[in-house]
Nanobody
Framework: QVQLVESGGGSVQAGGSLRLSCAAS????????MGWFRQAPGKEREGVAV????????VCADSVKGRFTISQDNDNNMVYLQMNSLKPEDTAMYYC?????????????????WGQGTQVTVSS
């Protein structure tokens, strides 16, 4: 089992920045990626960005390219999402996830473990 705990959400004005953190504990050796997903009211959960245990990352949502950066600290089992130039359409519950799907990493259905989520609200 893997436990994931997110932090860092909050309310910010458009153009602002937030940094989300995800602390992983438990049997993390069985996972090959961690990532951030988000879900806005009335919308499906979508992948934002994922990062691979062996190195490298993928940006899942075109809308965040150039604004969001995913990073990890393997020594401390932490994953971060730096969000800059935030827009009102970025408002959502952000979830940290982990899995070992062997592919389709941006698909939320393939993640095995989920955090409880942290709310991000961007006002115009």
């Amino acid at each position: 089992q893997v436990q994931l705990v997110e932090s860092g959400g909050g309310s910010v004005q458009a153009g602002g920045s937030l940094r989300l953190s995800c602390a992983a504990s438990g049997y993390t050796y069985g996972t090959d990626y961690m990532g951030w997903f988000r879900q806005a009211p009335g919308k499906e959960r979508e992948g934002v960005a994922v990062i691979y245990t062996g190195g490298g990352y993928s940006v899942c949502a075109d809308s965040v390219k150039g604004r969001f950066t995913i990073s990890q600290d393997n020594d401390n089992n932490m994953v971060y999402l730096q969000m800059n130039s935030l827009k009102p359409e970025d408002t959502a519950m952000y979830y940290c996830a982990a899995g070992s799907s062997g592919g389709g990493y941006c698909n939320s259905r393939n993640a095995n473990y989920w955090g409880q989520g942290t709310q991000v609200t961007v006002s115009s």
